[in-house]
């Protein structure tokens, strides 16, 4: 058995696993964000009851590991931000602690409970507020150096002259520091920016995707530009890496007519044209972060 956890900068959720199709809920409780003892004690706490019975702990968070230096990154909770976190709490409790990057635990769930079961290659993407990414292999998460892998969110990959007549859209800033990176529009912020850029409008994205369903011509404007400034590097993507199936979780993946527009645009570009769709809405709607812990722990452990 594996203790597991999914945090988050609001909350931080535990459960026990005695496999990733395992999952049995402990809590819920409010993340603390500026106390690394309290953060710890959260974690030991829902440990301590099973104490002899698990392994080791899991987590999913919104952050990333450097595999070299065990330091971790995560903006949204000062209190573990630059901290050897897995050796930290390992310290406290005394167990085996592994941790992943919660795009990761999303792929790794999708790919061995989800929408990617049965795939050799899957490629999890996140289309949310921003965008996020990860890849499993032969069932097995790519980490990479610095523990980026499948952060295909990042980098300057947007093209500035798009759509049909073409028009100019500059390389917005992004948060990582460069401009022109896919997180930067691909998320609903950046349908949100891409629309007041191209129409001069402030909507939500809810309001310029229903508008585009329902065929008004600012908001198909703006989901063209969109479709092309994301679907070309994502196809760039999958001929690199060779996924043969691509779940999609996030906001955005609650839209099928975007869902389908974007795997079309991205099929029409790949080297591989897939007669079957590849991107799909993911499979796994409750706790894929709990279960993605899981899969990603249980792994980790057989190779301890």
């Not at 829902?46 to 903006?75: E, N, Q």
Request: charged share 20%; aromatic share 4%.
């Amino acid at each position: 058995m594996l203790t597991c956890f999914d945090i988050g900068g609001s909350t931080i959720k535990s459960a026990r696993a005695g496999s990733a199709s395992e999952i049995e809920i402990i809590d819920r409780v409010k993340t603390p964000l500026d106390d690394f003892d309290a953060f710890a004690a959260v974690i030991a706490e829902r440990v301590a009851p099973d104490r002899g019975r698990t392994k080791g702990v899991s987590i999913s968070i919104a952050g990333v590991v450097d595999p070299a230096s065990g330091s971790l990154k995560c903006a949204n909770i000062p209190c573990i931000d630059g901290r050897t976190i897995a050796a930290d709490l390992q310290a406290e409790i005394g167990l085996p602690v592994s941790i992943a990057n919660d795009a990761d635990c999303f792929a790794m769930a999708e790919a061995t409970e989800g929408a990617g079961r049965g795939h050799a290659n899957v490629f999890g993407i996140i289309l949310g507020t921003g965008v996020g990414g990860g890849l499993v292999i032969d069932g097995r998460l790519v980490r990479g150096a610095g523990g980026y892998a499948g952060e295909w969110g990042h980098g300057q990959a947007l093209a500035t002259r798009v759509g049909t007549p073409p028009v100019e859209v500059p390389h917005f800033a992004c948060g990582c520091g460069q401009a022109g990176c896919v997180d930067t529009i691909g998320g609903a912020r950046g349908v949100e920016k891409l629309h007041h850029f191209l129409c001069g409008e402030v909507l939500s994205s809810t309001d310029v995707i229903d508008r585009w369903r329902e065929g008004e011509a600012k908001a198909r404007r703006t989901m063209d530009v969109y479709l092309e400034l994301v679907g070309v590097p994502l196809a760039l993507t999958m001929n690199i890496i060779g996924a043969s199936v691509v779940p999609v979780g996030g906001g955005l993946s609650n839209v099928p007519e975007l869902i389908a527009a974007l795997d079309n645009k991205v099929r029409s570009r790949t080297l591989r044209r897939a007669q079957s769709p590849l991107l799909v809405k993911a499979a796994l709607t409750t706790e894929p972060g709990l279960i993605g812990a899981a899969a990603v722990g249980f792994q980790e452990l057989a190779h301890v």
